[in-house]
């Protein structure tokens, strides 16, 4: 009787601890990107293991619901996926995996290492997408941040926690630009989003343009333009995760994300293809929604953390700056720089706009007369061009206007004040030295 009893205990506690099967969905129809499964019931966003009969398996995320089907778009693309395949549910939402052992380190859109060097240890779990600062909570931007550019410093100065987005058409040197900031820049770490680009300009921008020195304070997150729109996607919030995970510690972080423009079209892929109605040119409403969401990551922190100043370039396709995405990133952020392609032909670099540009905390950060030094030399610019057709063909008489005057006479010397070398640095203090200089003399 007792070793019966005893027996029976055994069996109860066998029942007990043998897991419950775990509950899966099946593929029922793939629709380009789109993969609809039933059977299972999970969040928005959650991410899924696909395993097809052979146990060979996909990782795929929720991106949507119709009816009583749930949609996926796999990380790696549809090709390989079988009818019927099952779809188990790993984790309700993403994660991502953030370290100091990461510095100096290229990265693709899971966080996985893609150089030449070890597998990257020590790194802590965070969200993807993290919540939104309180705005009460926030310090106020209120130190100048050096990028080492001296139209930039002297004329469009920016601030430690401030937004600001890098606009222009392609080629005419938003790459080299971000390069000569990641460089020269004062911050105490760089995080780098390369997202959508070509595959060759990633190993060219880590190799040439930014260079070991710069690779050695610096996070690089790469998912070119062959990867699927989810990892384009997860790529961008990585970077703003290691941004956020950097200030959290009180350092000083300089995010880059090149491009907007790519982030807002992998959005678009998703949208569409999941059924979203197409607004302006073709965006849904979901990109309108998220760009500023991303955006509001980063900034200043509360009192015990540091600052995320971040630079986004934005693509005016077809050099057209009415374009939605500059449009909406010109509300959204807190300033602009401008890039003209007709200087960037001349051979002109950097090719800043100085009538286009503009950054709206310039007036917080500086002195009196840094902003009067920076009205006259923008004065100077603009009377020049607008009147630069008459004076090319002759028509200008000399006297006519002695603001004219004064900017013709001082045409060469401001050319080469915005001139310079991508391996020249020019510190804030000597950039407005360089500028009251130029201002003055007669």
Same mark, same amino acid.
């Given at each position: ?29 793939? +629709? ?36 009583? $089907? ?8 549809? %090709? ?28 693709? $859109? ?12 020590? &790194? ?33 100065? =920016? ?10 058409? !392609? ?53 070119? !333009? ?6 384009? &996607? ?74 995320? %100043? ?5 693509? $005016? ?5 009415? #374009? ?7 509300? !959204? ?5 401008? &890039? ?32 009067? =030094? ?18 090319? +063909? ?19 010397? +401001? ?5 310079? #070398? ?15 200089? &130029?201002?003055?003399?007669?």
């Amino acid at each position: 009787m007792i070793n019966q009893a005893v027996h029976k205990l055994k069996l109860v506690s066998k029942a007990l601890t043998v897991p419950e099967p775990q509950r899966y969905g099946v593929v029922q129809k793939i +629709v380009g990107m789109t993969i609809e499964a039933t059977g299972l019931n999970a969040p928005l966003g959650s991410i899924c293991l696909i395993e097809n009969s052979d146990g060979t398996r996909s990782q795929a995320q929720i991106v949507g619901f119709s009816e009583d $089907a749930i949609l996926m778009m796999s990380f790696s693309g549809p %090709t390989g996926i079988e009818p019927a395949a099952k779809v188990y549910v790993r984790n309700s939402s993403d994660v991502a995996m953030v370290g100091n052992s990461a510095l100096g380190r290229v990265l693709d $859109a899971t966080g996985l290492a893609i150089d030449s060097g070890n597998r990257i240890f020590g &790194l802590e779990e965070v969200p993807l997408e993290s919540e939104a600062l309180n705005p009460m909570r926030r310090m106020p931007i209120e130190k100048k941040f050096d990028v080492g550019i001296r139209a930039i410093n002297s004329l469009l100065t =920016l601030g430690c926690g401030q937004r600001i987005g890098l606009i222009a058409g !392609s080629g005419v040197g938003k790459s080299v630009l971000l390069g000569m900031m990641t460089k020269f820049s004062v911050a105490d770490v760089i995080v780098i989003g390369l997202i959508g680009e070509r595959g060759r300009e990633v190993k060219e921008f880590i190799e040439m343009t930014l260079g070991p020195e710069g690779l050695k304070r610096a996070v690089v997150v790469a998912a070119p !333009s062959d990867n699927s729109p989810l990892l384009r &996607l997860r790529a961008t919030n990585l970077a703003h995760s290691y941004a956020e995970y950097f200030r959290r510690q009180g350092k000083n972080v300089l995010l880059l994300i090149d491009s907007l423009s790519r982030v807002a079209h992998a959005q678009r892929e998703i949208g569409l293809a999941v059924g979203e109605a197409p607004t302006s040119k073709g965006y849904p409403s979901s990109v309108f929604s998220m760009l500023p969401k991303l955006i509001e990551r980063t900034g200043t922190g509360e009192s015990s953390e540091g600052t995320i %100043t971040a630079i986004y370039t934005v693509l $005016a396709e077809g050099d057209d700056l009415n #374009d939605p995405i500059v449009d909406l990133a010109r509300a !959204s952020l807190d300033g602009q720089i401008a &890039l003209n392609r007709e200087l960037a032909d001349a051979g002109h670099f950097p090719a800043i706009d100085i009538s286009g540009s503009v950054s709206r905390l310039m007036p917080l950060l500086t002195e009196k007369e840094n902003q009067q =030094l920076a009205l006259n030399f923008r004065r100077m610019w603009s009377i020049y061009e607008e009147n630069k057709d008459l004076i090319r +063909v002759g028509a200008y008489q000399p006297g006519s206007d002695p603001e004219l005057d004064n900017a013709i006479l001082k045409r060469d010397q +401001v050319m080469e004040f915005l001139r310079q #070398d991508m391996n020249e640095s020019a510190k804030i203090d000597q950039s407005i030295f360089d500028l009251r200089k &130029l201002i003055h003399e007669s």
